[in-house]
């Protein structure tokens, strides 16, 4: 079972994506946590990327791609995956069918999680985690470019009938709870 956990910066994909991993026994790939190890190891794409995420951008469809290919030939990601900031371009929405199509499994369900704009700032800046993207600039370009690159995603999986929303106001107990009824 693949499942897409979607939305904007600071929407609690992270959190979510953690307890439906265990309640669903399956593995979680996080793009963004990809590249952040990528980044403290100093390998190649890390060195590449740096700049890119800590100025809030995306980083290439190509590159994204790439990783997500390679470390899906882990057979243990065969069991499903639970996928958090990936997609996030239509352009990586094609790639990623195409490739789950290869593999014969496809995507289950996209949990888009519904937070309004002026709690997304209020949480980012107030997580504390560190994060180099976590400036007030940086916030804010990621939630635009949330809108502008992102956002679109939700469309192309809507058009497939996948889209489950969420309201993501509430306890993660809450979230968490809305979230396993949908996915019934
Ligand atoms: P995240 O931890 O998901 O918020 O990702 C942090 C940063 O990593 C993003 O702001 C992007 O710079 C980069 N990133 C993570 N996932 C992707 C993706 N699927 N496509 C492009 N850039 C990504």
């Known amino acids: 079972m693949n499942i897409i956990i979607f939305g904007p910066p600071g929407a609690g994909k992270g959190t979510q994506a953690a307890l439906i991993k265990e309640a669903f026994n399956l593995e979680h790939l996080s793009t963004g946590n990809m ?13 590449k990327v740096k700049s890119i995420m800590d100025a809030g951008n995306l980083v290439s469809d190509e590159i994204v791609v790439e990783m997500v290919d390679e470390e899906l030939k882990d057979p243990k990601y065969d069991k ?11 352009a990586q929405s094609e790639a990623f069918d195409n490739l789950l199509a290869d593999k014969g499994q496809n995507v289950k369900a996209l949990i888009a999680l519904e937070v309004p704009e002026e709690e997304l700032v209020r949480r980012i800046l107030s997580r504390g985690q560190g994060r ?30 996948l889209v489950k929303s969420i309201n993501g106001v509430g306890t993660v107990d809450e979230i968490f709870d809305r979230i396993k009824q949908a996915l019934g």
């Open 80 to 90: 499903g995956c639970i996928f958090d900031g990936f997609p996030r371009t239509v």
């Open 35 to 47: 590249f952040r190890n990528a980044i403290k190891n100093e390998t190649p794409v890390g060195l």
């Open 132 to 161: 180099t993207d976590d400036t007030e600039e940086g916030v804010k370009n990621r939630l635009k470019v949330y809108h502008n690159e992102t956002a679109p995603v939700l469309a192309y999986y809507a058009d497939q009938g």
